[in-house]
């Protein structure tokens, strides 16, 4: 069984305040095509504008660090079918204690807060949960393969601070933001895919992250 934990990308949304949102046409229309071919085919070729951190989006080393993997370094069995589990959580800061005791290595650690219910609101940007200092600390030196969040950021934006961010990325720790429907996991006994397009020279991209039950 596969669970959809992606935002759908819509033309003009936002995801971050001061980005812009996606520009969505056609670059070749149907009907436009229809008079290249004899046998009344026709094509739809779509063109999208966007900055990278749109929707559901994975970060990569690159991200924060000039030397670091690009999306195009990092391999496959750290995006796909990872190991992963739950913490669930409605504080507003989440410190190490709420990763104490579990098993995180080589795992997808993945932050249910429920605040993707305010998706496509303002409310969504504003004291959003996010990890300490702290909790990124334990993740890291415990050996997680990525940390997900279904929140506006994984770090405190009301500080122009990213401690998180950079001691993950720094560890070579994959980050995905914005994740949706983590409710509909157990704690532990799945799989989490969050694949992007191999693109060198790059750090983030949005993703169609997906759990697989079973």
Known sequence: MLIELSHAIEARMTTY??????????????EESAALYEDGSSFQIG??????NTGTYLDTPFHRFDEGEDLAAVSLDRLAGLKGLIVRSSDLALDSAAFEGLDVAGKAVLVETGWDRHWRTDAYFENHPFLTE?????????????VGIDSHNIDDTRSKRRPV??????AGVLICEHLT??????PTGFRFTAAPPKIAGMGTFPVRAFAELG
């Open 17 to 30: 305040k001061g980005l812009p949102g996606p520009h969505i046409c056609d670059y070749w229309t149907r």
């Open 47 to 52: 063109r999208i504008d966007m900055v990278a």
């Open 134 to 146: 702290a909790a990124a600390r334990l993740l890291a030196e415990r050996g997680a393969a990525l």
């Open 165 to 170: 961010h950079t001691i993950l990325l720094g």
């Open 181 to 186: 429907n983590l409710g509909a996991l157990p």
